[in-house]
Nanobody, 123 residues
Framework: QVQLVESGGGLVQAGGSLTLSCTASERTFSSYAMGWFRQAPGKEREFVAAISMIGGSTVYASSVKGRFTISRDNAKNTLYLQMNSLKPEDTAVYYC????????????????WGQGTQVTVSS
């Protein structure tokens, strides 16, 4: 059972930056494709970004492309999301998720989830 723990959320002004981290308990972290999702109040959880097992491939939602960067450090069992030029509409609970082997965009394709970390962007 893979356990994922997010950190790094907080309150930031519009235009600011935050970096989220997600630490995995699994020693075979490099066997998992990883993703970031977010859920705003009253909305469904949505895809943000995903990265392949060794980080060679990444995909992004159009709403964050060019502003967010997903990366991973397999030696540290850690996933990151660097968020720049934040907007009030980026306000949400951010979740990291993992699945074996291949990148995916749908929440239903991920097997393991963290508890989430709140990001609030003030205008």
């Amino acid at each position: 059972q893979v356990q994922l723990v997010e950190s790094g959320g907080g309150l930031v002004q519009a235009g600011g930056s935050l970096t989220l981290s997600c630490t995995a308990s699994e020693r075979t972290f490099s066997s998992y494709a990883m993703g970031w999702f977010r859920q705003a109040p009253g909305k469904e959880r949505e895809f943000v970004a995903a990265i392949s097992m060794i980080g060679g491939s990444t995909v992004y939602a159009s709403s964050v492309k060019g502003r967010f960067t997903i990366s991973r450090d397999n030696a540290k069992n850690t996933l990151y999301l660097q968020m720049n030029s934040l907007k009030p509409e980026d306000t949400a609970v951010y979740y990291c998720a993992g699945r074996k082997y291949t990148i995916a965009r749908l929440t239903t394709e991920y097997d393991y989830w963290g508890q989430g970390t709140q990001v609030t962007v003030s205008s």
